[in-house]
């Protein structure tokens, strides 16, 4: 299975973006799905995740309000909404996929099946 982000990019502060994670080789309908982003010389902090039925999302408290996670009925898509956009969002953001857990399990890197390569997000002052 290989996750493979797109969607970052420059952006002013203040806009918006979304991010795609499509999955290829399988479906994840069995997978929560969360996103993780990280900075030069920082560990990677987790952001947000959905649940593998979409039910239940989990966001850290500096993007609750500002970014939404979701994923497609296929679910062979995740994404994540992001506005309000703060230049210190400006990181790698790293989509995962772990198999049977619950969204507020995915908050650490710990224990994923599955990551991607990251797509960069830039965001201006």
């Known amino acids: 299975v290989q996750l493979v982000e797109s969607g970052g990019g420059l952006v002013q502060a203040g806009g918006s973006l979304r991010l795609s994670c499509s999955a290829s080789?399988?479906?994840?309908?069995?997978?929560?799905m969360g996103w993780f982003r990280q900075v030069p010389g920082k560990e990677r902090e987790f952001v947000a995740a959905i649940s593998w039925s979409g039910a239940n999302t989990y966001y850290a408290d500096s993007v609750k309000g500002r970014f939404t996670i979701s994923r497609d009925n296929a679910k062979t898509t995740a994404y994540l909404q992001m506005n309000s956009l703060k230049p210190e969002d400006t990181a790698v953001y790293y989509c995962?996929?772990?198999?049977?857990?619950?969204?507020?399990?995915?908050?650490?890197?710990?224990?994923?099946?599955?990551w991607g390569k990251g797509t960069l997000v830039t965001v201006s002052s």
């Open positions: 080789g399988r479906t994840l309908g069995s997978y929560a």
């Open positions: 995962a996929a772990r198999y049977g857990t619950g969204a507020s399990s995915m908050t650490t890197r710990a224990g994923m099946d599955y």
